[in-house]
Nanobody
Framework: VQLQASGGGLVQAGGSLRLSCAVS????????MGWFRRAPGKDREFVAA????????YYADSVKGRFTISRDNAKNTVYLQTNSLKPEDTAVYYC????????????????????WGQGTLVTVSS
């Protein structure tokens, strides 16, 4: 399984970006997906996760109400719509996958996921 993240860039505070993560393979619907981010000088942190059907989603408190995770199983792609961006959202954003249809209690932990993309940089200017 290979994950390819894209859609990052430079945006002013208050702006929006739509991140995408394309997943290779024919069993995308068998994977739960997550987004994490790593800001300069900080540890990787959980952003959002989504079940195989998209019916269950979870968000970090810091992005709740501003970010939306979604997926298109026909296109093998998961998205992260980021709105009302703040300078503190500046980070490299990574998509991740775990071969499971359901999100268990550890969905916020990096170790829960089996596969990772290469990351896409989001820079928010003030």
């Amino acid at each position: 399984v290979q994950l390819q993240a894209s859609g990052g860039g430079l945006v002013q505070a208050g702006g929006s970006l739509r991140l995408s993560c394309a997943v290779s393979g024919r069993t995308f619907s068998s994977y739960v997906m997550g987004w994490f981010r790593r800001a300069p000088g900080k540890d990787r942190e959980f952003v959002a996760a989504i079940s195989w059907s998209g019916s269950t989603t979870y968000y970090a408190d810091s992005v709740k109400g501003r970010f939306t995770i979604s997926r298109d199983n026909a296109k093998n792609t998961v998205y992260l719509q980021t709105n009302s961006l703040k300078p503190e959202d500046t980070a490299v954003y990574y998509c991740s996958a775990r071969r499971s249809r359901y999100l268990s209690g550890d969905y916020y932990a990096p170790g829960f996921y089996d596969y990772w993309g290469q990351g896409t940089l989001v820079t928010v200017s003030s």
